[in-house]
């Protein structure tokens, strides 16, 4: 079988010890996959910096069964793969360093070339931070933006369905391979990004999604995008690798601010020290990206604090000293100067009414 096209990119991909930096090399000296693969083993030698593993898996040549295997994948599942050669492929991808030389997907690839906003935050996020993200989002694509996260629970989640139920287009970029959509309880969603937008990885069929595959997908997720919007990360998150990836790539880094008590705010508080863009609208992240918009009243500028339900006197003044971050029923009732009784009443009503969430220990906080 002489592999040709993509099969022969595939090939190399697959071989031990060959990633995208050693792939590019190659297909720089060589000219081509193919001529990768039809070359003779001594002319390995004179391509800088690769080592005696992947100089024997090249001699050895190509897994064409393994081949064979990931193009059945891909089109049983009528998935695509593009190479950073392929017209298709994503310019502004192709100018970062080290761009995957393989993107393997499933939905339409025209959209990884639209104008695109990259939302990340924590898997573990409060209500707050997932009621931000989806307005966010939801008023992104209502500017014509394209939102890119990476699937995971949380913060990722909630951004790609705002975009899906606002109409708009999100690309969601995975750690594994394309047949294994991660997490599992998202796979709905994966099937939902796919009819509006596209699922894209870099990992060919097959692969797990393993712990260190996901910091390496996160240099995808700024490159595919403009600017990079963070929404709550502890100092430990993996949406800091992407502030990074984005600062790396020259992209814009936005940050929105949260809780000085809430240890999920404190990444994306220090982003903002080091200079990172506050925001806390749609129209903060318009300007930042520099692009002019139209404010008529069609267009959405959300306030994501505040909502503007009808409430009796009452319930609008505990409403007016409600904010979306956890309040103890007592100290509720002291700022209102009212009993805990009265208060306690109040709080149904307007948790009956979807206003504010309840939570352990009465405790409460706008929804």
Known sequence: MKLEGLAAWIALQMMPGIGSVTLGRLIEHFGSAEGVLEARPEEFSRVSQLTSKVREALARGPDEQAVRHVINVIEDMGAWAITSLDKDYPSLLNEITNPPPLLYGIGDPAS??????????SRMASSYGISVARELSSGLVQHGYTVVSGLAIGIDSASHEAAVRSGGTTIAVMGCG????????????????????????????????????????????????????????????????TASCALD????????????????????????????????????????LGIEIQRTSAAIQPSVFKKEPQLSPEEQRIFDKLEPYPQHIDDIAHTCGWSIGKVSGLLVQMELKDLIQALPGQIYQLK
Do not use: C
């Open 112 to 121: 990884l070339k639209k104008e695109s906003v990259a939302i990340v935050g």
């Open 178 to 241: 394309i047949d294994r959509p991660y997490p599992r309880q998202n796979i709905g969603l994966f099937h939902r990004i796919a009819e509006h937008g596209a699922v894209i990885t870099e990992f060919p069929p097959g692969t797990p999604p393993e712990a260190q595959n996901f910091p390496i997908r996160n240099r995808i997720i700024s490159g595919l995008s403009q600017g990079v919007v963070v929404v709550e990360a502890s100092m430990k998150s993996g949406s800091l690798i």
């Open 249 to 288: 790539q020259g992209r814009d880094l936005m940050v929105v601010p949260g809780s000085i008590y809430s240890y999920r705010s404190k990444g994306s508080h220090w982003l903002i020290k080091q200079g990172a863009r506050l925001v806390d609208s749609v129209s903060d992240i318009i300007d930042e």
